[in-house]
């Protein structure tokens, strides 16, 4: 009988940060599974709580047989089903009217020397390879959308009142779009996945000095330091994977 071990190791965390009354993101850390997420939720802690961890618990429990493509295809239908779920039937139980139950998303999916990223809102997924820092994923947020459309520059953006408003999250709008990417990786890469909370307050350059660590657990270990040095007005979360 062949035992498959996975090339990969994971180290995950999260932390209600120093403001928030009560943490409203999740996270999922299956290295055997080749299957990592970080959801942060929205809609005051309770809803937002709910909508984070039902997201990890449904992706937590999809089969993990198959190729990349299959697996993606899951993830996808989970998600879709889930923003019906959040976008009805959640709506209408709950206390308020018509209150906003709904959650980021972004997920990583390895296969050998594979891996698709899959995301709606702004938890981001960085790739450092190399030496190198990327920024896989792009926001869904309307300060990424008003860069793009060259209205406004990245630093006038980042003064906006309207910063964190989402264009996408899962829940918000009775139609989901999930950006995906899938792209080759390389002994060496590191991956990580986190919230809005951990990268706004750390430059490219402390990411990167953090990812470049020995272990995951380390890198992990650094990005939390850094992270709590500073305000934490949000909550925080990531993982680090490494191939």
């Known amino acids: 009988m062949e035992i498959s071990v996975s090339p990969w190791r994971s180290a995950a965390r999260t932390d209600i940060g120093k403001v928030r009354a009560g943490n409203e993101d999740a996270f999922l850390d299956l290295p ?11 809609g005051g802690h309770q809803n937002g709580a709910l909508a984070s961890r039902l997201i ?3 992706l937590a429990e999809l089969p993990a047989e198959g190729g990349l493509e299959e697996r993606v295809g899951r993830v996808r239908q989970c998600l879709h089903h889930l923003n019906r779920r959040l ?13 906003v139950i709904g959650s980021t998303v ?7 020397e594979r891996a698709a990223c899959i ?13 190198r820092l990327y920024q896989l994923s792009r926001d869904h947020s309307l300060v990424q959308q008003l860069i793009d459309e060259n209205q406004l520059s ?8 309207a910063a964190h408003a989402l264009t996408r999250a899962v ?14 990786t390389y002994p060496g890469d590191t991956l990580l996945l986190c919230s809005d909370g951990l990268y706004q307050s750390l430059s490219p350059d402390a990411l990167g000095a953090a990812l470049n ?24 979360s990531a993982v680090v994977i490494r191939r």
């Open 32 to 42: 055997d599974q080749g299957l990592w997420v970080v959801a942060d939720g929205m």
């Open 56 to 58: 990890v618990e449904n």
């Open 87 to 99: 976008g009805q039937e959640l709506t209408v139980t709950a206390e308020r009217p018509d209150p």
């Open 106 to 112: 972004v997920a990583l999916l390895t296969d050998n």
């Open 119 to 131: 995301w709606a809102g702004d938890s981001r997924c960085y790739l450092w390879r190399r030496g």
């Open 154 to 161: 990245p630093e006038e953006a980042a003064r906006h009142p």
């Open 171 to 184: 829940g918000a709008s009775e139609h989901l779009v999930l950006d995906i990417l899938e792209f080759d």
């Open 213 to 236: 660590l020995p272990s995951t657990g380390m890198a992990l270990q650094r990005l939390f330091d850094l992270a709590l040095d500073g305000p934490a007005r949000d909550n925080l």
